[in-house]
């Protein structure tokens, strides 16, 4: 285990300031106000500690005394258990197994769009732009029963969904005013939280 782990008493955290799943966790972070020293990193360039630390090198990568972890889920449902307040996710096992499935239709339908969206490529992006509107549009309703992801609190979900909704203009996803609104009400019920702005790198908040 590297020395960098044994050494810090405060947790780590490897960023970038345009990552999204880096936001997911910054966002988990500052909604339960954890203290947390954030190391903003070039993806392009990343230091030699955070390659020895994870195998994959990848960002988000959390530092916790010993244990170190990367995957924004990963991380997020630990940093769940290890501060358990305010709880992001449901209690009783069915809920949370739900979460856990909404959580991975997010990943798998709209996250593995990412890889297109962010191609620079314009045919792809414009193909996966599309696909992600017409997803959404698709589940508006959903967005409509609860203030939050069917829940009346904020959970790992509105975490997950957040940062993608925040980045739609710069993918070139204009959400319809009509068809859309949940959705469009929903993305700025998030965007208005405290936890939400504190979230954002500076570069973020110039997204939009
Ligand atoms: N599933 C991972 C994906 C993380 C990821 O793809 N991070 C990118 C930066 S946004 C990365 O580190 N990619 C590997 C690389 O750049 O070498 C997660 O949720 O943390």
Redesign the pocket.
């Known amino acids: 285990m590297s020395t960098i782990a044994n050494r810090r008493s405060v947790m780590m955290l490897y960023s ?1 300031a345009e ?4 936001h ?1 966790v910054r966002l988990v972070l500052a909604e339960k106000d954890i203290t947390v020293d954030i190391e903003s990193i070039d ?1 392009d360039n ?1 230091p030699e500690d955070l390659l020895h630390l994870n195998p ?5 990568t959390l530092i916790d005394r010993d244990l170190v972890l ?4 990963v ?1 997020s449902e630990y940093l769940d258990e290890r501060f358990p307040h305010p709880p992001l996710m449901p209690v009783d096992p069915v809920s949370r197994a739900q979460s856990r499935l909404a959580l991975f239709r997010i990943e798998n339908d709209w996250y593995s769009l990412l890889p297109d969206l962010e191609s620079g490529d314009s045919k792809r992006v414009t193909k996966a732009a599309k696909n992600l509107r017409d997803s959404l549009i698709a589940a508006a309703d959903v967005f409509s029963v609860k203030p939050f992801f069917l829940s009346d609190e904020f959970t790992l979900i509105d975490a997950t969904l957040a940062p993608l909704l925040w980045r739609l203009r710069t993918y070139g996803v204009e959400l319809p005013p009509g068809d859309a609104k949940p959705v469009i009400d929903y993305a700025e019920r998030l965007f208005a939280r405290e936890g939400f702005q504190l979230s954002l790198t500076e570069i973020e908040r110039d997204m939009r």
């Open positions: 970038a990552c999204i799943h880096c997911r993806p990343k994959y090198g990848s960002i988000p990367y995957d924004s889920r991380i």
